[in-house]
């Protein structure tokens, strides 16, 4: 029997690029979205649900018959969130309980969401962070990450649903918001787009794990068929990269002089070095990394610029 699946946020960066590769893997699936369904997702068959993710009804509606869930609930942007606390709990934690609630209505068994490994853990000492460093996040979005992790753990205890944290370092390729703060990568490509600055803070040389989507959306479909005990694991590159590194990167993909950079004093939130240690979902479910930096900065370019270049899809 084919698997049914529902993605919560399914018409946002992430849940694209899930239900485009769980398609191609010949899952059955609910999308779930406040938005129409996108037009990139045309040619994917999935039933679509245009509803509320805090309507518990609608959601529990939603779960009816599922095998799992996905839930890509994402909170405000980290910045947004030190800024307005409650938006991001309203976003972020209270989104992902309603989820957690409606399977537990419905009997759904698998609960999978995506935490946040560049916030959760802070100001590490251990690097690269493994699973098993301590989480001291250092700002409101990592805070409301961490805090659904903990209902869940407890939701598998209470009520056996197998839960798993994906704990996702900076994504970044085609498809992603280039305005609104949804990622560094972005960011910079909207700066040199428009014309604007981009601002760096600090001296440029914090160090940042960045993780192409296509490998993301295929951690998901690990976690699908995971039947081990781990709840949550790392998935990124495992190599850091500067800022002011990926500053030049983006620069050499646009052809050279795009960007104007704007330096500005550091920030309390920004940690100095985050990059995740992925030997544990290596060992558990066989997910590595396959697209490197420089050919998923090369994809995401293409992509901004009207081109329709993907890479491999990978395992």
Known sequence: MTERVLVIGAGG???????????????????????????????????????????????????????????????????????EPYIDFTSGPALALVALEACRMQSVNRFIFASSGGTIYGKASQVPTNENYQPRPEGIYGLGKLTIEHYMELFQKLYGIKCVSLRIANPFGPGQKTA????????AL????????????GDGE????????????????????????????NVGSGVGVSINAIVKMIDRCLGGGSLQINRLPPRAVDVP?????????????????LVNIEDGLKATVEYVRGGTKRLDKGG
């Open 273 to 289: 070095v985050s990059l995740l240690d992925t030997q544990l979902i290596l060992s558990e479910t066989g997910w590595r990394p």
């Open 180 to 187: 609104g703060g949804q990622g560094v990568i972005a960011y």
């Open 206 to 233: 914090h160090i940042r794990d960045f993780v192409y989507i296509t490998d993301v959306a295929n951690a998901f479909h690990e976690c699908l068929k995971y039947d081990g005990n781990v709840p949550a694991f």
């Open 13 to 83: 960066f992430l849940g694209k690029a899930v239900c485009a590769r769980l398609s191609e893997l010949g899952y059955r699936l609910t999308g779930l979205s406040r938005s129409p369904k996108p037009e990139s997702l045309g040619n994917i068959d999935l039933d679509w649900i245009q509803a509320d993710a805090a309507d518990l009804k609608a959601v529990a509606r939603a779960c009816h018959a599922q095998s799992a869930v996905i839930c890509l609930a994402s909170g405000a942007s980290p910045a947004r969130a030190d800024a």
């Open 190 to 201: 909207n700066s040199a787009m428009s014309g604007e600055p981009f601002n760096i803070f």
